[in-house]
């Protein structure tokens, strides 16, 4: 928590709209970007993004002043995911392997993609918690937060979804030499 | 770095901790033999590699702009107890207004048409012969038969309801002068009946009024045959 934060939040209760776009610049890339790697679906990725912003705002007045916002956010954000998950999973329609994010030329690697494929193929909660640790850069406490998990759970989920990137970027032929 | 156990700790506790690898640690990746050493030391090397590849791409993500326009419960509300900002306020307060008085105005002029009516038409019971279309579809609602009876039994309904409503305000104001005239208030009494005279004048109108009503659906069309004559 920061006394920014904290500012913000009272700011974004009182009503002013000012506030909440303020809020909702400060997390939209976070929420949008977790969102899209968990979905892996540009289009699911921005409409749950969009209610994760609402209902953050609708429920800051739930939030625990003592801890971090953006843990908080992402929690929202992760269960929304795992809720369209479960509900995608009930229809048996595949999913993009590729999501089309624009990036620019010079950064498009192709253990990027490689790393973005693997990722695709692991374990639902194993991704969570990578895309958790990696992309928004949360600790350990923080992701167990967010997981609702033991953070001795996020270690071992963490250790294994490791395991399971390097398993297939060897198998994909790249060392780290190469890249 | 002693042993290659404590190597492969270190390695876990870099992963968790997201620092970069110490020298000893280094080293020991480099220059181990052990089959296990080398190969978590290749593993944490392509992997602090193809990730920091990723999380460069990550950052350039196109991220579309949320529009959240939003009336949270919790603020809204809270805001619902909060009174109005002057101007709403205001605006508020010359709607209500606004509303009033159109409906004042449209409550006086339906009275003034009807009391206009009701002064204006000729108090001649005619009785309509029913058409041919009313005898082959009777209106859905009761309709009484235009018969001497019916007139009769319409009349006596009328009368009553009068007398009753007559009756009503004797009864109140009645019970108006007992409760103002009380010996203890003597000395006030006279302006009391005063102001009660004035009260029974004042109903007068209207008993003459409703009776006038009561007249006019005694006698169903005599406006119309008033304004056809």
Known sequence: MTNSETELVQRCLSGDTA?????????????????????????????????????????????????????????????????????RNSIPVPCEETPDIEVA???????????????????ENYRECFILFYQQELSVAEVSE?????????????????????????????????? | MNGCQEFRNALDELVLSRESAPLDVVRHGEQCSAAECRAAWEEFRLLNLAIATWQAREALMVVPSFQIETTAPAVAASSANRPLPETKRSEAGLT???????AGVALFSLLSLVGSNL?????????????????????????????????????????????????STDRITDTVAFVLVEPSHDEGSTTHTGWLESLQQGWQPLESSLQETFQELLEPGSVDMGNAS
């Open chain 2, 96 to 102: 209500r207004w606004l509303a009033l008085s159109v």
């Open chain 2, 119 to 167: 002064r204006n038409d000729p108090q001649v019971a005619t009785i309509n012969a029913p058409t041919a279309t009313e005898i082959v579809d009777p209106p859905v609602f009761v309709a009484v038969e235009e018969t001497a009876e019916g007139n009769a039994a319409i009349r006596d309904l009328g009368t009553t309801y009068v007398s009753w409503i007559d009756g």
């Open chain 1, 146 to 179: 967010v997981m609702q998990i033991p953070e001795g759970t996020v270690k071992t989920w963490l250790f294994r979804a490791r395991k399971e990137m390097a398993h297939y970027l060897r198998e994909r032929g790249l060392a780290p030499d190469e890249s």
């Open chain 1, 105 to 123: 030329p010079v950064h498009v690697t192709d253990v990027a993609d490689e790393v973005q494929r693997g990722l695709s193929g692991l374990r």
């Open chain 1, 19 to 87: 506030a909440q776009a303020e809020f909702v610049s400060l997390f939209e890339r976070r929420v949008f970007a977790l969102c899209l790697r968990m979905l892996n679906h540009r289009q699911d990725a921005e409409d749950v993004a969009q209610e994760t912003l609402l209902r953050a705002i609708r429920y800051l007045p739930g939030w625990d002043s003592s801890r971090r916002l953006a843990p908080w956010v992402l929690k929202i954000a992760a269960n929304r995911c795992r809720t369209s998950l479960s509900r």
